[in-house]
C-alpha cells in the first residue's frame, strides 16, 4: 500500500512553462512534507518543505500548495528551465522520535528548450 | 549530497554471495537511514538508526542487516544476495528535526 501518492509518473513541459507535481496522502500522523530533487547519478537533494500549519510555501520559483483537508500537496515550477530537469519526489514524515520519511514514487521531469 | 558518503559505488554480485555496504558522515548527525531505489518506486526504507549502538527496522528490512557500532558509521549487510536485491542503495543522515543529507547511492546488481 502506497501510504504517498504522486502524479504524474513523467511530465514534459517547455522552456518557461509551469510544472506541476501532486501528492496525496492518508496518514494524519505526518507532520512535515518536504521535496527532494534528484539528477542523474546521484543522491535526493532537499529543494523545498512545507508544515500542514501553511497553506502555501514559496521559495524563488519553486512553490508548495498544501491542502490538509484534501489531503494533498502539490509542487509548482514557475518559469521551468532545461536545468530543473530532474526526478522529483514527494515524502511524508512520521512525526516523533523516529522522523521517518515516506516517499512518493517520483515524477520525472523533462523540461524542453 | 556533502558530508555523506558511501562506499562502493558500483558492485556486481553473484547470487547467493555476500557483501557489506558502507556510509560514512562526518556531520555528527544522531539519526542514519539505509534506503533502495527502484524504478517506479521511489525510495523505501531498509533499516535505520537513532544513534550509536541502536538500529531498527524499515519498510523493507528482509534479507538485509544493519549495524551502528560508531556514530559516524552505518553499515549494511546481505547475507546471501538475490536479484531481487539489485537496486540503488542510498544512505542519509539527520540531525534532530533537520533535513535528511543523502549520499551519492551505491548501484548494486545481482546476477
Redesign the interface.
Known amino acids: 500500500q502506497q501510504q504517498v501518492k504522486?502524479s504524474p509518473?513523467s511530465l514534459i513541459v517547455q522552456k518557461g512553462g509551469i510544472s506541476i507535481i501532486n501528492c496525496a496522502y492518508e496518514n494524519t500522523a505526518f507532520d512535515?512534507f518536504?521535496w527532494y530533487q534528484q539528477f542523474p547519478?546521484?543522491?535526493?537533494?532537499?529543494l523545498i518543505?512545507i508544515r500542514p500549519d501553511v497553506s502555501e510555501k514559496k521559495e524563488g520559483r519553486f512553490t508548495i500548495s498544501f491542502n490538509k483537508s484534501a489531503k494533498q500537496f502539490s509542487l509548482h515550477i514557475m518559469d521551468s528551465q532545461p536545468g530543473d530537469s530532474a526526478t522529483y519526489?514527494c515524502a511524508a514524515r512520521y512525526g516523533g522520535?523516529?522522523?521517518?520519511?515516506?516517499?512518493?514514487?517520483?515524477t520525472l521531469l523533462a523540461v524542453q528548450p | 549530497n556533502a558530508g555523506v558518503t558511501q562506499t562502493p559505488k558500483f558492485r556486481v554480485l553473484k547470487t547467493g554471495q555476500s557483501m557489506t555496504l558502507l556510509c560514512a558522515q562526518d556531520m555528527n548527525h544522531e539519526y542514519m537511514y539505509w534506503y533502495r531505489q527502484d524504478p517506479g518506486m521511489g525510495l523505501r526504507l531498509i533499516h535505520y538508526s537513532v544513534g550509536e549502538g541502536t538500529t531498527a527496522k524499515g519498510e523493507v528490512p528482509d534479507g538485509y542487516n544493519v549495524s551502528r557500532l560508531k556514530k559516524q558509521n552505518f553499515l549494511l549487510g546481505l547475507e546471501s544476495a538475490a536479484p531481487s536485491q539489485t537496486s540503488v542503495y542510498f544512505c542519509a543522515a539527520r540531525m534532530g528535526q533537520g533535513e535528511q543529507y543523502f549520499g551519492p547511492g551505491t548501484r548494486l546488481t545481482v546476477t
Do not use: R
Open positions: 504522486q509518473q512535515y518536504p547519478g546521484k543522491g535526493p537533494a532537499l518543505a519526489f522520535a523516529t522522523n521517518k520519511l515516506i516517499f512518493g514514487t517520483g
